[in-house]
């Protein structure tokens, strides 16, 4: 499951725009569509945390998404067994909106950067 905005971060499409497609696809009649601001999944700047020779496992989850598979119990169970300040990368084409929700609830750092348009690396850390 995921929320709109996750669908939107995900696809790279703005929040209202999603909403309003969505909206015109139901034939609900189009109207004013007020959004939240949301934290800016996608930086640039690394964050004071990262420390490249902190990285302690990485996952290119490309190939599997090609082939069918999503990783994501894999990557939690990965970043879970990181210690504090350890740094664990991911690869994908997309922000992986439900899995930095998902890291954050329990309490790590994450930081996504992109590369190219369908490149973004995600770092995870646990506080120390």
Same mark, same amino acid.
């Given at each position: 499951?995921?929320?709109?905005?996750?669908?939107?971060?995900?696809?790279?499409?703005?929040?209202? $725009?999603?909403? /309003?497609?969505?909206?015109?696809?139901?034939?609900?009649?189009?109207? *004013?569509? !007020?959004?939240? =601001?949301?934290?800016?999944?996608?930086?640039?700047?690394?964050?004071?945390?990262?420390?490249?020779?902190?990285?302690?496992?990485?996952?290119?989850?490309?190939?599997?998404?090609?082939?069918?598979?999503?990783?994501?119990?894999?990557?939690?169970? $990965?970043?879970? /067994?990181?210690?504090?300040?350890?740094?664990?990368?991911?690869?994908? *084409?997309? !922000?992986?909106? =439900?899995?930095?929700?998902?890291?954050?609830?329990?309490?790590?750092?994450?930081?996504?950067?992109?590369?190219?348009?369908?490149?973004?690396?995600?770092?995870?850390?646990?506080?120390?």
């Amino acid at each position: 499951m995921a929320t709109l905005r996750q669908v939107a971060l995900t696809g790279n499409v703005p929040l209202a $725009e999603l909403i /309003r497609t969505l909206r015109a696809a139901s034939g609900i009649e189009a109207g *004013p569509v !007020v959004v939240e =601001p949301a934290d800016a999944a996608v930086q640039q700047d690394a964050p004071g945390w990262f420390d490249e020779g902190k990285i302690a496992g990485s996952l290119d989850i490309r190939p599997p998404l090609d082939s069918g598979v999503h990783p994501m119990g894999r990557v939690m169970s $990965e970043i879970e /067994r990181l210690n504090p300040g350890d740094i664990y990368e991911v690869v994908t *084409p997309f !922000v992986p909106a =439900p899995l930095l929700d998902i890291a954050a609830g329990k309490g790590f750092l994450t930081w996504v950067c992109q590369e190219a348009p369908d490149l973004f690396r995600t770092y995870f850390t646990r506080p120390g």
